[in-house]
């Protein structure tokens, strides 16, 4: 699960560091030429999925309560 | 440029109504900076875990207003729309793919640094290189290059606030009549960020998030229809991209050509990767209440890109409204455009709600910035160098005059340089912020790279980044016209924080299984793994006094 997080973090990192596939005109949609309204989608999309790789993290890594460590150890 | 100067009239005359609007709003922000010292009130303000981090204890929300004013500054507002308005959308709209993929970044990378600070009472990025790699030299850099970098960003605000007031029609010839407002506006700011600490900008960023937001659905609603629809928009834009600008003497950017790929991308990501290790973003991490929260605002903090998109293409509305940007001095100045669009397009006192969005908009950012320089000259420089024994409150009454401090070099720097300097050392903070990510980021995952590799890599960068800054030349700007300079080896243009940033991370790698055959100390590490996974409720992630007394 914490390999699916990683992959849906990096998703929106790779598709906007690749320029040339979205770097078009066409399609327009309502007037917008396709560069932009495409990264403006792209606004949710990562959202999205960085919500679900937190809800994904949650799940695969419940959270341990630390336990105090001996003082030696924390003062090497 | 003449006829144009003539064709444009309206900056004759002071905007009354749009000026007392903007007064009532920055009126009513003060008073909300002083009284936030009673918000969410600590046994005592001494301390830079209460004035530095405003208690460590802000929430989801809290901190998304936050980390929201925070990172979309006034001059964000200003000049993102501006670089769309002159030069294309290379230069502008690469903040929208920038603030896209920041948010995985922080995700990952910032709900670890928060768990190893609060652990060991970190208060700044430097605070960790300290303890993790036991370097005071490592230590120092990323201090310096943190404050180096975050003094031009908080004189940058001022230019968005004078923009504004420029607009209104405020100066002129006289410098008092320029210079006053802006100089009175910074006293307060500096006033209530000694007396309140983080917790004022917090406050207020509610009131400059809820303007802004406001300000940009009305004007993305009601401007494109007043002016042709976006299909007109779009088309208008794109005429005057393919005429050469005459600042640069090339042409703009409608849509980024197959040989500006790699300075979009580049652009994006190196601005992405060094957005957090601004200070001010540090800090404002730092002040959450756990790592969930964090995370849970990786997720959320995108609403603001969409935002700045549309802030973007308000530049290219501009394009179509015919907006002509003239400053006082008769001169074209793009930096005008987003203002003027706003005064001709609106009636005066939402024009005057625009304008306080955007000044309010300033007074948040320069307030963090301030204080987490503040923080890094208390920890990093004060504590470490010059008195080791600085008790909490010494260090909290350090902080405090030391943001005072901050804010009014600032205000020198703006108000005797030219502006161009402003912009010319932001330019390189961005620059250099990134050349610290290697000893922070990697750092956060491990002990690998040799801390004199890393203080090498972080040298070698700092000078190669500068130098190629220097030489970007325009025809009308003899040096640091731009971020953007051919790559090594690929020969594309590209962003030269990120070139700096790579040759950095070749030079700390080379080095590291160098000086550790020449057996060099290695230095002590504070840190142990499980540090690194804590959350709000781990023992000594509470209390506070604990925390920073326990380290030295």
Redesign the interface.
Known sequence: MLVAAGVLLLVPIVALMWVSSYAHDEPRLGGWPFFFWYQMLWVFIASACTYAAFKLVQRARPHRPMVEPDENEDHR | MSALAAASAPNTGVNVVALAVLIVLFLAVTVMGFLATRWRQAASMESLDEWGLGGRGFGTWVTWFLLGGDLYTAYTFIAVPAAMFALG?VSG?FA??YT??V???I??FMSRLWSVSHRHGYVTAADFVRGRYGSRGLSLAVAVTGILATMPYIALQLVGIEAVLEVIGLGGNSALARDLPLFIAFAVLAAYTYSSGLRAPALIAFVKDALIYLVIIVAVIYLPTKYG??????DAAQTKMAKPSPATGKPGA?????TQ?WA??TL??GSALALFMYPHSVTAVLSSKSR?TI??N???L??Y??VL?LLA?LGWVAIAAGTKPIGLNGQPNAQLVIPQLFEDSFPSWFAGIAFAAVAIGALVPAAIMSIAAANLFTRNIYREWLRPNATVAQEAKVGKLISLLVKFVALIFVLTMDKQNAINFQLLGGIWILQTLPSVVFGLYTRWFHRWALLAGWAVAMVYGTVKAYNVSSPTVPHFAGSLAPMELIGQLGYIAFTAFVLNVIVAVVLTPVLRALKSPEG???T?M?DY???A????VKPLPELTTDQH
């Not at chain 2, 629809?229 to 779009?234: A, L």
């Open positions: 959308s709209f929208v793919p896209i993929v948010y995985p970044i995700f990952v629809g976006w299909g007109h928009i779009f409608f849509i980024p050509a197959p790929y979009y991308g994006a990501l969930t995370r849970r990786a997720a959320i995108p609403a890109s969409f998109g293409l002590d590490d504070r142990v499980a996974f804590v959350d409720g781990d023992p000594r």
